[in-house]
């Protein structure tokens, strides 16, 4: 089970007790109705995390006391090259962003031929598989495209990310923080002050670099979310769209047709019946 985490700009690791901001106290009381003696974590947005406990918590008010550090995931030694076959619509400038996200240095897009069919049976596969088994398709899927010699470069010297490390910091602070707080409200001017930025200032600085608009950027996120839970839970549509940070359901439906190009019914009958025909296939392997 995943530990909550809220952002704490102010703590140092030398603090033995952090006060939480009060619309992150707010949310962790009202919202996520945590209390003394649960653990969260905390981050201040400066590569520092912390797993903590409550020690007081009123209606505006929490306090934790840190108890260990979360070591960050250590940077390759060497620069990282993703070399992607290229993906139809928008898939590619989705893995082009989780990657830079991943730390990869560099992208080598190319079209492959006879590997075509192979990649995308195992892709199919891995969009409904669990735990390890999502981890070997997609090395599968990576041995398969790195050993074909059927491939041609597209881009001959790939696509090379030039930030500098404060650019960087400053990015990843940016998506930490809308990543810990996507299911909630968020405002431009909220994301704009972690950034030390004025919104008009941010939204021109988030899109030369993300090239997408935050508000793009945030539906997408929300939607990405909703997707993954109208697959794996039985929850209703409508305790999915508020718990993904939508307010208004028919603003849900809206954007969950224009990014997803279906209903949120549609997707989750499209995952029961993949569910559905495994399992037929399964018993019949079984038998």
């Not at 075509?116 to 892709?123: G, N, R, Y």
């Amino acid at each position: 089970m995943s530990v909550p985490r809220f952002f704490a700009p102010a703590f140092d690791p030398g603090d033995d007790t952090v006060d939480l901001p009060r619309d992150e106290a707010e949310h962790l009381t009202r919202v996520l109705r945590l209390g003394v003696g649960d653990t969260v974590a905390v981050f201040n947005g400066r590569g520092q995390e912390f797993l903590a406990r409550i020690v007081s918590a009123a209606r505006r008010d929490a306090r934790v006391q840190l108890v260990s550090r979360v070591e960050p995931a250590p940077e390759a030694p060497t620069p990282l090259t993703l070399v992607q076959a290229v993906l139809k619509g928008d898939k590619m400038d989705d893995v082009v962003r989780d990657a830079v996200m991943l730390g990869v240095a560099a992208i080598q897009p190319i079209v492959t031929k006879r590997a075509e069919f192979t990649v995308a049976a195992l892709m199919r596969r891995l969009v409904d598989a669990q735990n390890s088994e999502r981890i070997i398709l997609l090395l599968q899927i990576l041995d398969i495209i790195a050993r074909s010699r059927d491939t041609k470069t597209i881009c001959s010297e790939g696509l090379t990310f030039q930030y500098s490390p404060a650019e960087a910091e400053r990015l990843n602070t940016i998506y930490q923080y809308i990543l810990a707080h996507f299911t909630r409200p968020l405002s431009l001017e909220q994301v704009a002050r972690i950034a030390h930025l004025s919104p008009n200032g941010f939204c021109r600085y988030f899109k030369s670099r993300i090239k997408k608009t935050f508000s793009r950027f945030l539906i997408e996120m929300r939607i990405g979310h909703a997707c993954k839970l109208l697959a794996e839970t039985d929850k209703p549509v409508a305790e999915i769209c508020f718990e993904c940070g939508f307010s208004n359901f028919s603003n849900f439906n809206r954007h969950f047709k224009d990014v997803a190009q279906r209903t949120p019914l549609s997707h989750r009958k499209y995952y029961q019946e993949i569910r559905r025909v495994r399992m037929k296939l399964s018993e019949q392997e079984e038998g």
